[in-house]
């Protein structure tokens, strides 16, 4: 069953050295947008058929779901306020 909330879905991987330095950007966000916005981890090692089916090339990868299904996605290392924009806009919707 789909979230009644849009769900921000990151994609890393241990080896990725801009995944870590990611990482404090997210946790910022998801505080931020508590209860507008779910967030979730998803190790791109571990999920293969995750990665596969959202078509993840590379790391660090930040897909918006809405109603179950992809609504955006960027791919590479963004700082705190091209990430607080970007999820601005989806929890605008």
Known sequence: ??????VVVGFWAE?????????????SAEQLHR???????VNFDENPRL????????????????DGRPAD???GLMGRAALADFLR???AR
């Open 51 to 66: 990665v596969e089916r959202y078509g993840v090339q590379g790391l660090p990868t930040i897909l918006l779901m809405k």
């Open 35 to 41: 209860g507008k916005l779910r967030f979730g981890l």
């Open 73 to 75: 996605r960027r791919v």
């Open 15 to 27: 080896w990725c050295v801009p995944c870590h330095m990611a990482a404090p950007a997210l946790e």
């Open 89 to 91: 806009k989806l929890a």
């Open 1 to 6: 069953m789909p979230s009644p909330l849009p």
